[in-house]
Every structure is written in C-alpha cells, then in structure tokens.
C-alpha cells in the first residue's frame, strides 16, 4: 500500500528547517488541537506558544517548539512561520 505524505516547513526570521515524507502534524492552535494529514482542505490557523508534533512514513515521531506563529496547510504542504 502506497501512503500518500506531506511537506511540512518550519521558518522564521533566524532558520528553516524543512521535513518530508511526513504523515501526520499535530498543534494547539487557539481554537482547540489540530491533526492534519493528507489531502486536508486549504487552511491558515494561528498558533500559540507549544510543540508541534510530526508522524513520519519511516514510523517516527519528532516534535518542534515554536513561540508561537500561524500556520498555512495548502496541497500537502504545511508552512509555520514563526
């Protein structure tokens, strides 16, 4: 079975850090927790101060910490500007 997969890009004024191959992303946003996975609808969301949690296709997890910022879900690219 092919699993379809995600880009998920992390930027800011000082780096960017950029993660394929990814399955799931996870975060608290100021309405409640978020799960995106493939083929979800074009979205902006603010996100507080908290961690970001990515699921890979490889079966491993990894969570970012971010200050806070927004973030944009458009064709299976997630971009957090934070």
Known sequence: MLLSVMQVIFTSKESMSEFESVLSFVAKSVSGVLQVKTGHAEMFVVLPAGECKLKFK??????????GGVCHVFEDTITVVA
Do not use: G, L
């Open 58 to 67: 490889n079966k491993t997890d990894q969570s970012i910490t971010i200050t």
